[in-house]
């Protein structure tokens, strides 16, 4: 009876043991650009997110949160907070304010924007600052450009550049990737 009762608890701890899952450890190379198998016509063709397919991905979980200055969280965030937040969750350390964003980076001409760069805006009449607005570009197509970006009125909304208002007010392009 005894000898029953070990084997079986032998055998009840071998199968727990050997439910364990593996997982594979992330290289470099996976860190860098993330893979993704779609299925399309029972064929799969392997496409890839690179760093700004992703921070504009993660930029975008926070449309519709409220406008607070200086926020940088779900409960509100400004225009450079949901900026530096999107790069900062990347491994991507921006200045936290737009006027100080707008002084690094590379300064690229508006043609040659793309997705994951920085649109710079001066949107006060004050001659105080030149720049006190920013956007990250999530929509680049043959210069159909549209931003993601904090307004004090709607909070974080996606906009284009070809509106009016942004286009009087638009003043440079920055690239950080």
């Known amino acids: 009876m ?3 009762i070990i084997i079986l608890l032998i055998i009840v701890i071998v199968s727990f043991t050997s439910c364990k899952s593996s997982k594979r450890a992330k290289s470099k190379k996976d860190a860098s650009v993330s893979s993704y198998v779609i299925k399309k016509n029972k064929k799969e063709t392997a496409s890839y997110k690179t760093k700004a397919d992703r921070i504009v991905d993660y930029s975008k979980q926070f449309k519709g949160v409220r406008y607070k200055w200086g926020g940088t969280t779900k409960s509100g965030m400004d225009c450079s907070g949901l900026v530096f937040e999107s790069f900062r969750a990347h491994g991507i350390i921006l200045p936290r304010i737009s006027r100080d964003m707008a002084k690094k980076g590379d300064k690229i001409p508006l043609k040659k924007a793309r997705e994951g760069d920085l649109l710079f805006f ?11 607005h920013v956007g990250l570009i999530v929509k680049s197509k043959a210069g159909d450009i549209a931003f993601i970006h904090a307004t004090t009125r709607k909070g974080v909304i996606v906009s284009k550049l070809s509106e009016n208002y942004w286009k009087s007010a638009f003043v440079e392009t920055r690239r950080f990737l």
């Open 2 to 4: 005894k000898r029953t």
């Open 122 to 132: 001066k949107t006060s009449k004050s001659r105080r600052h030149d720049i006190n």
